[in-house]
């Protein structure tokens, strides 16, 4: 989803083609008098997520009545499923690294010349990101063609199907899938948006191969409350005869995974640790993405892009394996210097990123699960302390922290009590309080109040957690927005309405690419700026960034303006 907003009626009062009451677009001739801001408009017409979610929970009992519309609303786009065979599929799923795992499948089959598809969710600045070619988001241009060329054929053809339109992930599924045979890729890597059996990236047919990288608990209200539950919607994916590999799990889910592929009929290995792929010619293998958890996601990676190459390349037309069904051991093989190469040269923003600007060290995890969390602050905790060891000068920690959903925010940050942070900063993922049309970042389901009030929450839990005594409930101090500016207690602890004000706190002007001119917040109380002194005196300050892959999107926003335009 993108991030969440309190100005969703702002963007659609400015956007020009709903000003002019054509967003619905009568007719495919005038497609392309529409810019991409009005596509990124109009399909946030279609952002419909949580009532979308609470759908699928009234309906649990027929959740394959959800992925059969998919199949509906694919026709109606003029798409086939017989055409998605011609993509060349690779689908994952997993709870935690499928992203990470995508990214690195992706690059290696790049590495080899192929053009490559890649969809993914959710984005950190544009919509445009879910959908590469190449490694590179689709540009503007192609965006807006494409999406008109879809949406148009979906309204044409909604009063004869009961008014209905795919919600907004459904959409933007479709759309990759019409953008990857537009572009004639020669491989489609996909990854699931949630679970499995019954996510609408499933009506996949014939993929080549299918990945699963580790399994936690998330989305419980869907997806079900136990391993067990979810290792069976993971293990939807699998496919008759196609071969699946899965990285290591613990033992329930993995006999629940076994389960399904045996019933199935797929062919489903264990991936080896990374250790155990031995290279001839460069040593151990390097990866570019950091922390110790990348090394499952990069063996998966190898195993994927090794049994689609060989599929490509060989003579037969299959991938070769060691067992026809059940569960077997992937044999490490001698990664070739193009998928070395891959996995160096992999890049995936927004997990176990830094960025570094003069005293100010960016540390940027979108984790918002208990394992993910485990998995930053193993790796915060390793990366910080080298940058502290040739550090010149004292160091201040600062946590910038939100998360949403079902997401047990309390033990996040319990999680996160040994990094000895000294200040705790909570935001909502709204990237600035200004009246701006940013539709890429709109989220028309949370209201302001509740997403404010969460935050409170975290500060509360985080004051619990140090053994604090709770205190009077904090002081909202409104301003001529209407929107809180910062909630204030007398402690490290500080919440904030926006992400940018958050930012511009925490910096304390420190960094140039935030006291941009055009950027302009709310002012705070002097009482709140004066607890800034600690920071004002610190020779550098250490930011993690994390909880919310949205709130990591946000920030990026501002960090990067590059990635904005």
């Known amino acids: 989803q993108p991030f969440a907003s309190g100005h969703a009626a702002v963007c659609v009062s400015v956007c020009p083609a709903k000003r002019a009451g054509l967003c619905c677009v009568p007719g495919q001739a005038s497609y392309h008098f529409y810019s991409l801001q009005d596509a990124v408009c109009t399909l946030n017409t279609l952002q419909t997520n949580a009532s979308a979610l609470e759908q699928v929970r009234r309906e649990r009992g027929h959740p394959e009545v959800q992925l059969q519309a998919m199949f509906g609303f694919l026709k109606r786009a003029g798409l086939t499923v017989e055409e998605l065979d011609h993509l060349n599929i690779i689908h994952v799923t997993g709870t935690k690294g499928k992203g990470s795992t995508c990214a690195f499948t992706e690059q290696i089959l790049r590495s080899y010349g192929f053009r490559t598809g890649f969809y993914s969710s959710p984005h950190l600045v544009q919509v445009r990101e879910r959908i590469r070619v ?136 264990v991936c080896p640790e990374l250790d155990q792929y031995q290279s001839s010619v460069s040593g151990p293998v390097r990866l570019g993405l950091a922390g110790l958890h990348q090394r499952s996601n990069a063996s998966l990676a190898l195993q994927l892009a090794h049994c689609w190459l060989q599929r490509r390349c060989s003579a037969g037309g299959v991938c070769a394996r060691a067992c026809s069904g059940g569960l077997c051991a992937a044999p490490a093989f001698e990664p070739s210097p193009r998928m070395l190469r891959g996995l160096a040269e992999t890049e995936w923003q927004g997990r176990n990123q830094c960025l570094t600007r003069s005293s100010i060290t960016y540390f940027l995890d979108g984790a ?173 300050i250490h930011v993690l960034i994390t909880g919310s892959l949205h709130l990591v999107g946000g920030a990026l926003k501002h960090l990067e303006p590059s990635l904005a335009s």
């Open 134 to 269: 190449d490694g590179h988001p689709i540009g503007r241009d192609l965006f807006a063609k494409y999406f008109w060329e879809v949406y148009g054929r979906l309204d044409q053809t909604k009063d004869t199907h009961g008014g209905t339109m795919p919600a907004y992930f459904r959409f933007l599924t479709i759309l990759a899938f019409h953008v990857f045979l537009q572009e004639k890729v020669d491989v489609a890597v996909i990854e699931v948006g949630l679970g499995g059996a019954y996510d609408c990236t499933n009506i996949i047919r014939k993929p080549w191969v299918c990945g699963i990288s580790s399994l936690g608990i998330d989305h419980t209200s869907i997806l079900g409350d136990t391993l067990e539950k979810i290792a069976w919607q993971k293990g939807g994916i699998f496919k008759p005869g196609v071969p699946a590999f899965t990285v290591k799990q613990q033992e329930a889910p993995m006999t629940v995974l076994q389960e399904r592929a045996k019933d199935i009929g797929c062919p489903l290995s």
């Open 368 to 540: 918002h699960t208990t394992r993910s969390m485990q998995a930053c602050v193993s790796w915060f905790s390793e990366a910080a302390a080298q940058r502290e060891a040739s550090a010149t000068g004292s160091v201040v920690r600062v946590l910038l922290f939100n998360a949403t959903g079902e997401r047990d925010c309390v033990a996040m940050l319990k999680l996160l009590l040994p990094c000895h942070f000294d200040f705790a900063v909570f935001c909502p993922n709204i990237t600035e309080t200004i009246a701006a049309c940013n539709a890429d970042q709109q989220n028309f389901n949370v209201s302001v109040e509740n997403m404010l009030t969460r935050c409170l929450d975290n500060q509360r839990s985080w004051r619990v957690l140090h053994g604090q005594e709770e205190e009077p409930a904090a002081e909202l101090l409104i301003g001529s927005g209407g929107l809180p500016l910062v909630a204030e207690r007398r402690s490290a602890t500080l919440v904030f309405p926006c992400i940018l004000s958050a930012l511009q706190w925490i910096t304390q002007g420190r960094d140039s690419v935030l006291s941009d001119p055009s950027k302009h917040v709310a002012p705070v109380k002097a009482s709140v700026a004066a607890k800034g002194a600690l920071l004002q005196e610190a020779a550098n």
